[in-house]
């Protein structure tokens, strides 16, 4: 598909389980944006890369969380030891980060986590 | 740091008349806005945004929005609803620069009465 995908779409898991969420953006796409929706509430920014590089994780909540873009393409966020506080939908977007203007991000459908 | 202020979390609507969606920004250097809507179970997808040049930016599906630098504000307007335009929308800000993440408001919900 031309968009940008993520799996699952939606994760039970119990408190204190690990999870990971896949997140596969727009070929040829070299910005890559994870965001937590808490129910209710707009999406706010966790980390980003830039190819491989994660240039910015100030958003991340704890170091519980974890993020990884190895190849530059597929990105993975990592939750160890899921709490109740982390149910959310994950939302990923990519760019194709043309400068100077900011480049459009373009959503995938998140993946709805929650912990029981 | 920046911050968006969307006021009123739910706007009800009839069929055909205008749609007003309100937006206020904080930002100490000039900003980039955007207006996105989410439908159910879907992505975000862009409406329009608004990086410099005209100040009334005109986006799809007939929404518009103008850049009021004096109000800090970046309303989303159409002139008349259409039933599928039944969603939620979140006015968002990037700031000039290096930065480049969306900082989102907490989003309108948009029902459109037949």
């Known amino acids: 598909g031309a968009g940008v995908s993520q799996s699952p779409r939606y994760k039970v898991a119990k408190r204190g389980q690990d999870v990971a969420l896949r997140c596969d953006p727009i070929?040829?796409?070299?910005?890559l944006f994870w965001y937590q929706q808490a129910l209710g509430q707009g999406p706010e920014f966790l980390t980003y890369?830039?190819?491989?590089?994660?240039?910015?994780k100030s958003g991340l909540p704890s170091d519980r969380f974890f993020a990884e873009r190895p190849e530059g393409s597929v990105s993975t966020l990592k939750i160890q030891r899921t709490q109740q506080e982390d149910s959310a939908v994950y939302l990923c977007?990519?760019?194709?980060?043309?400068?100077?203007?900011?480049?459009?991000?373009?959503f995938g459908p998140g993946t709805r986590l929650l912990v029981l | 740091a920046q911050s968006v202020t969307q006021l009123g979390s739910h706007v009800s609507v009839s069929e055909g008349a205008l749609v007003l969606l309100r937006c206020n920004y904080s930002?100490?250097?000039?900003?980039?806005l955007f207006w996105y809507v989410q439908y159910p179970n879907q992505g975000l997808q862009l409406l329009l945004k608004?990086?410099?040049?005209?100040?009334l930016v005109k986006g799809i599906n007939g929404f518009e929005a103008e850049f009021k630098k004096s109000e800090t504000s970046f309303h989303l307007t159409k002139p008349s609803a259409h039933m599928s335009d039944a969603a939620e929308y979140f006015c968002?800000?990037?700031?000039?620069?290096?930065?480049?993440?969306?900082?989102f408001g907490s989003g309108t919900q948009l029902t459109v009465l037949p």
């Open positions: 890369f830039q190819n491989e590089a994660q240039l910015d």
């Open positions: 608004y990086t410099t040049g005209a100040t």
């Open positions: 977007a990519s760019s194709l980060a043309r400068a100077p203007a900011p480049e459009t991000q373009y």
């Open positions: 930002s100490s250097v000039p900003p980039y």
């Open positions: 968002a800000v990037s700031e000039s620069g290096s930065a480049r993440q969306l900082t």
């Open positions: 070929s040829g796409h070299v910005s």
